[in-house]
């Protein structure tokens, strides 16, 4: 989870102020501390959602987003969506991945990772493959479409776009640094600034 949400944190510093919003599902509630930095700051969506009902929730609203989006672009009118629409970027950061989730959240899950990214909701998932082995092959080509980020320093990834293996390197922050905090605290300020 540190690895998440330092990604989050520089995917919000390097967008304009609330072009870029962050939803958390965090059904057992065991990311809590390393999530400190987004909700102490106040950069998320809302509070991280937790258990079923929370997972149903986020997953609901974002698919209706995607779904919203789509029928727009497809019928060539990008600007008739409903009044006060949120056009920022998406990125929804699950954890601990199947926990929390039944048949129909990881069918929903799999269809944002299809369909998301082409209207702006993205998805990152802190997970083990080996957990959701009950699933059998229905999460195969979930896992096969996703980049695997390791959070062990000089691990090597595979990456299935070109088929090479790098060497990678988590973006922390020094332990015991503000850096993350202080930044993140700029971020809630522009925003607040531009009423976003």
Do not use: K
Not at 125 to 144: F, H, I, T
Not at 148 to 163: C, E, F, N, Y
Not at 166 to 184: D, F
Request: aromatic share 6%; proline share 9%; no cysteine.
């Amino acid at each position: 989870m540190d690895t998440a949400v330092a990604h989050a944190a520089r995917l919000l510093a390097v967008y304009p102020a609330g072009e870029f919003t962050v939803h958390v599902i965090d059904p057992a509630g065991s990311g809590a501390g390393p999530l400190a930095p987004l909700t102490g700051t106040g950069v998320l969506a809302a509070l991280p959602a937790q258990g079923a009902a929370g997972v149903t929730d986020v997953l609901a609203r974002l698919t209706q987003r995607v779904d919203l989006v789509q029928m727009a672009l497809r019928g060539g009118a990008p600007d008739a969506l409903p009044p006060g629409f949120d056009t920022s970027q998406q990125l929804l950061i699950v954890n601990d991945f199947p926990h929390g989730f039944d048949d129909r959240a990881v069918n929903q899950l799999r269809y944002l990772a299809d369909e998301g990214p082409s209207v702006g909701v993205h998805l990152m998932m802190v997970a083990d493959r080996e957990e959701s082995s009950a699933y059998g092959p229905l999460l195969d080509p979930l896992w096969r479409s996703l980049l695997r980020l390791t959070p062990v320093p000089d691990s090597h990834l595979a990456d299935p776009w070109v088929g090479h293996a790098w060497t990678y390197e988590p973006p922390l922050v020094p332990a015991g640094s503000q850096v993350l905090h202080q930044v993140l605290t700029q971020v809630a300020a522009a925003r607040r600034a531009w009423n976003r």
